[in-house]
């Protein structure tokens, strides 16, 4: 692994910094230390290449694995070039452990209509990865809940508990822009990954909607849920700046950390968005499902996720972390840079219920920023 440009050199002692280099891909992966690893660094993640005009491929359909598959198709030499000799790891979206949340995250045929897709092109073992927001509890439980385990007799796969690995600083910004660290985990940044956010189309309390880049991002905050004192074992909620979750009030700080995160290296190589049956309303984990039929794939997760608010009737003005995204140079967010490959999709907007609270979410945007 490769470390470079290092911002805290003077945190690292000489046994972390060789732990840091020894750990290759596949180290992160089979570490079974109790132990948390930290790598002290930034600077060390995926570079931005933005490209020139974005392909997203579109499709439509009832049938999940089926649709899904066919969106991925036409990507099939792109993806495998882009892989190389890298680990491929796909995060699902399953943070909380109950069955009864499985109808708001990756559904497993969305799954199996990867790993059909991965078969002829990586011979190696698929990573799947998440985590527990905010319990004591590791998230194993949840991928038996949601039915993920018979995956592991169909395919070469293994489930890893993301917080579990190791973990990288990157700094955000709380309320009255207030400088905070947090632990993020590395395996979502780690340039030696080709990361897979297996997303659904969904609305959201803070940010209005949901798609591939929060996925991943939301997903590397690090959760201690071995810690024995139970105060402050999660990262995540100081991405809301600490306004509390969930709060609206912490859409501008949100949209900002999210961002952050992303331009520090924790974005998803290929995305992958099931709107197959989405969810309307008071999403992301209580809103309506939605029969929508439609699939979302890119490997420019900006295009991607920009199309997913056309599909829902979102206004882009309120989609401020993924334009600033665009703008940075990680992908199009400008419509007429994204050529769509399938029916049009114009013939396929459904203009979803937001959530109850979606007036405090843009209240920022509409001030001009200014609070």
């Known amino acids: 692994m490769k470390l470079e440009n290092n911002l805290f050199h003077n945190l690292i002692d000489r046994r972390s910094f060789l732990q840091a280099l020894t750990y290759g891909t596949a180290g992160l ?6 132990q948390q690893k930290v790598i002290y660094s930034q600077n060390i993640s ?3 290449s933005a490209p020139g005009k974005s392909i997203v491929i579109f499709r439509t359909g009832t049938d999940r694995r089926e ?24 995060k699902v979206n399953a943070g909380l452990l109950q069955p009864k949340y499985a109808q708001y995250s990756t559904h497993v045929d969305e799954l199996r209509a990867i790993l059909d897709f991965l078969k002829p092109i990586y011979d190696r073992q698929v990573i799947i990865s998440e985590g527990t927001a905010s319990m004591t509890t590791s998230i194993l439980g949840a991928y038996e809940n949601y039915g993920y385990l018979p995956l592991e007799n169909e395919y070469n796969v293994k489930f890893i508990d993301a917080n579990d690995q190791p973990t990288t600083v990157v700094w955000i910004r709380a309320a009255k822009q207030h400088p905070v660290p947090i632990n993020v985990i590395y395996t979502y940044m780690d340039p030696d990954v080709y990361l897979i956010s297996a997303a659904r189309l969904k609305t959201h309390d803070t940010v209005v909607g949901t798609y591939s880049l929060k996925n991943v991002v ?22 809301h700046g600490g306004a509390g979750l969930p709060d609206p009030s912490s859409g501008r700080e949100l949209s900002y950390n999210l961002f952050t995160v992303a331009l520090a290296g924790v974005r998803p190589d290929l995305a992958v968005i099931d709107g197959i049956q989405s969810i309307e309303g008071n999403g992301p984990w ?21 199309m997913c608010t056309e599909l829902m009737g979102i206004d882009p003005e309120y989609m401020k972390y993924i334009e600033w995204c665009g703008d940075a140079g990680m992908g199009n967010f400008d419509l007429s840079k994204i050529n769509i490959n399938g029916p049009d999709y114009k013939d396929h907007v459904i203009k979803y219920k937001l959530n109850k609270n979606i007036e405090g979410q843009i209240a920022w945007i509409h001030r001009n920023f200014d609070e």
């Open 29 to 34: 992966m089979a570490c079974a230390s109790n």
């Open 46 to 48: 995926k570079k931005i």
């Open 67 to 90: 649709t899904i598959y066919q969106a991925l198709k036409p990507m099939q030499k792109d993806v495998e070039n882009a892989i190389g000799n890298r680990q491929v790891v796909v």
């Open 218 to 239: 939301m997903g590397s905050p690090q959760c201690r849920y071995k810690q024995k004192i139970k105060v402050n074992i999660s990262d995540k909620p100081k991405m």
């Open 286 to 306: 209580n809103g309506n499902v939605v029969d929508h039929g439609v699939v979302i794939a890119s490997t420019d997760f900006v295009a991607a996720d920009r």
